[in-house]
């Protein structure tokens, strides 16, 4: 974690360092390069055209003071080409603009979600703190904000950057024209026009950062509010069930309430800030009508600029000043930029951190065997707030025997499970798997994605893998023949299915994939005493010589394991990961 004393600006730059990398990275690396040089040329020669509109001014006014009609008339045609010039290149630029919010957001997304989705970080992200939680919200819609801001940033920098290079140079040779008078003399200011707008435009962005700097802080607990919000909605969505037995709704309002509350606290510190900061940036808007003529008065009113230069000065004037304001007016966009950056490179961070989580306590040492014998040797597992191990000290069991590991309540038997599949790596001991075998991990609550009855069954495998017939037979087989209609049907299947139904379905899946190693983790706990018999008839039938390891709180009664292993719990040793603290807020 960076230390305090590194500058709040050094946190952006990295950040930026690391997004610029993962675009570069990215299958849209060639698409973002031609974006944005289209983009540059297309601001160019906007830049261009505005140049020459500048200088169509002196013309025009001049033709209206002097009510010459033949040259007014002339200066309308060449307006009317200047316009239609300005709006051709406004639109593609603005369908260049849209664009790239659409590229980015996309080789951005693809990178994290490619990050998120490496072996075992899903799961082991909310072991590491606060940062783990969301990551829903910082993929999706952090991820689009912060596109959509820097887009127009960039295309807005971009433009005003060259207007500004383009109109000093114009409003230098134009101030070259004026004279400022002081008690004796005519006294020539080169470049007085410039100076002035740069003084404007400096005190001005001062004011912004001075008045708006607290933003940034806020944007930060707005977004981190905000997602706790969406969460806890999505955790009552998904309890709903639960919470109707419980009667629980007035305990689920009192929480949405609070977590709403806290979202508003921020919220309305927000409209104080922006309420402050809107004094400084349309107070500075309203006096940059004026300013131009006012510093431009003494030309005019000397008779050294006529009433065509006086308005080519005043609208080169506004060029430069409206260029130098970008700051001022995109201060509030720029806080929630960098709010928003922070959010989702900490969450990539983090990812690419999760490799590292813990490593300086001892793992468990898993390695591939040289025959089909799964050994454990000494085998333990770190807990919270314990240790759980095997009571035998070495163990073999070799292929088709039926193991069970029996532990009391709490005993780590899900965390053992998870140790074995290589989710958790710290303990002691060693695991040496068997040699080229096909494995399953079966937990209590099988995973049902979201599609056709016929994708679920063949995860992570695809559809297109089995025959109909083959997922049919698989649904009888467990006693879901009723599914068979549904097989094509897509939905929702972990809410339409009870958990004893989901248990089957996963069974069913395991005819299909027929590997040679199981392990279980109370994975037929949901099942009554005849559907229990049925699924393991499976292992005397279809997946005869098939190993079975399970975990259980209950010894077995139906004669089905032919060892029985014992897992017990000590109070030595105790996991203490080093979590992953996000920067503090503003960082």
């Not at 969406?230 to 709903?240: D, S, T, W």
């Not at 591939?368 to 085998?379: E, I, M, Q, R």
């Not at 495998?461 to 049907?489: M, N, Q, T």
């Amino acid at each position: 974690m960076p230390e305090k004393s590194v500058p709040p600006y050094a946190y952006v730059w990295s950040h930026v360092r690391v997004m610029l990398s993962a675009l570069a990275r990215s299958n849209q690396c060639k698409t973002l390069f031609l974006v944005c040089l289209g983009i540059v040329v297309v601001v160019s020669a906007n830049t261009v055209a505005q140049i020459r509109l500048n200088a169509w001014n002196r013309p025009f006014y001049d033709a209206v003071a002097q009510k010459e009609f033949a040259l007014f008339i002339n200066q309308l045609l060449v307006f009317a080409v200047l316009a239609s010039s300005l709006l051709v290149l406004g639109v593609m630029q603005t369908w260049l603009q849209e664009y790239l919010k659409v590229s980015l957001r996309e080789a951005l997304t693809r990178d994290l979600i490619s990050e998120w989705l490496k072996p075992m970080r899903v799961y082991r992200l909310p072991l590491a703190g606060d940062i783990g939680i969301n990551p829903d919200q910082r993929i999706h819609e952090d991820i689009r904000h912060m596109t959509e801001l820097l887009t127009d940033l960039m295309v807005g920098l971009l433009q005003a950057s060259l207007l500004l290079i383009s109109f000093v140079g114009v409003l230098w040779v134009l101030s070259g024209e004026m004279a400022q008078s002081d008690s004796t003399s005519l006294v020539a200011v080169p470049g007085y026009m410039v100076w002035c707008a740069l003084a404007y435009a400096l005190i001005g962005s001062w004011l912004s950062w001075y008045v708006g700097r607290p933003l940034i802080d806020l944007n930060v607990e707005r977004s981190a509010r905000d997602a706790e919000l969406r969460f806890a909605l999505v955790r009552v969505n998904e309890a709903a069930e639960a919470i109707s037995l419980f009667r629980g709704e007035e305990d689920e309002r009192r929480m949405l309430n609070g977590e709403l509350e806290r979202v508003i606290a921020v919220m309305k510190q927000l409209v104080n800030g922006f309420v402050r900061l809107t004094w400084v940036t349309s107070g500075y808007g309203w006096l940059a009508i004026v300013i131009p003529f006012i510093v431009a008065a003494p030309g005019y009113f000397t008779g050294q600029l006529s009433f065509g230069a006086l308005m080519m000065t005043v609208a080169a004037f506004q060029q430069v000043q409206q260029a130098l304001r970008w700051f001022v007016d995109n201060f509030q966009k720029l806080a929630d930029w960098r709010a928003a950056l922070l959010r989702v490179m900490l969450l990539r961070e983090a990812l690419t951190s999760l490799d590292t989580l813990g490593e300086k306590i001892e793992h468990i040492a898993i390695s591939k065997g040289a025959n089909a014998k799964l050994v454990f040797d000494n085998l333990g597992v770190f807990l919270v707030n314990g240790r759980a191990a095997l009571k035998e000290p070495h163990v073999e069991i070799s292929a088709g025997e039926h193991v069970l590991i029996l532990g009391q309540a709490s005993a780590g038997k899900t965390t053992f499970f998870r140790a074995l599949a290589g989710l958790w790596p710290w303990g002691t001991g060693s695991v040496t798997l068997p040699k080229g075998r096909g494995i399953m991990f079966m937990p209590q609550r099988p995973y049902l994605p979201r599609g056709s009855l016929c994708s679920v069954l063949a995860y992570p495998a695809l559809a297109k893998d089995f025959e109909a017939s083959a997922c049919i037979a698989a649904l009888d087989r467990v006693g879901l023949g009723h599914l068979k209609p549904d097989l094509d049907k897509e939905a929702r299947w972990d809410i339409a299915l009870t958990l004893e139904e989901q248990q089957r379905l996963a069974f069913a899946r395991l005819l299909l994939q027929r590997p040679s190693w199981v392990f279980f983790d109370e994975a037929i706990s949901a099942l009554d005493e005849d559907r229990r018999r049925l699924i393991l008839s499976i292992f005397e039938h279809e997946l005869a010589g098939s190993t079975v390891i399970s975990t259980s709180a209950r010894p077995s009664t139906d004669r089905f394991y032919t060892r029985v292993l014992n897992l017990v719990r000590g109070r030595e040793g105790r996991l203490a990961l080093r979590a992953h603290e996000p920067l503090p807020a503003g960082r």
